[in-house]
């Protein structure tokens, strides 16, 4: 059975820093993307950040372009979101999500087959 768990989550000032942590068990996923959501208050789940299978490919929402960087570690099953200078706006419930899709690395939601319960970060001003 595939789990996919998140931690990292807090309270921070703005401008502050948080990096965020994923590991998926349960088999290997070396050749699927793993990406971030995150989900405000009211808001839909939204596209953050996604990686490819080899970790050479990253694609980025435009709002984080600049502060946030995702990586991954094939050998930990773990992907990273590292956030810098950081927004009230980023306020929301971060999910990692481990593609469904083999090669491709996508931000549409609905490539995402494995789902974490969720990390909350909460920046204030």
């Known amino acids: 059975q595939v789990q996919v768990v998140e931690s990292g989550g807090g309270l921070v000032q703005a401008g502050g820093s948080l990096r965020l942590s994923c590991t998926a068990s349960?088999?290997?996923?070396?050749?699927?993307?793993m990406g971030w959501f995150r989900q405000a208050p009211g808001k839909e789940r939204e596209f953050v950040s996604a990686v490819s299978w080899s970790g050479r490919d990253t694609i980025y929402t435009d709002s984080v372009k600049g502060r946030f960087t995702i990586s991954r570690d094939n050998g930990k099953n773990t992907v990273y979101l590292q956030m810098n200078s950081l927004k009230p706006e980023d306020t929301a419930v971060y999910y990692c999500?481990?593609?469904?899709?083999?090669?491709?690395?996508?931000?549409?939601?609905?490539?995402?087959?494995?789902w974490g319960q969720g990390t909350q970060v909460t920046v204030s001003s």
């Open positions: 999500a481990v593609s469904g899709l083999i090669n491709l690395t996508t931000r549409n939601l609905n490539d995402y087959e494995h």
């Open positions: 349960g088999r290997t996923f070396d050749l699927e993307a």
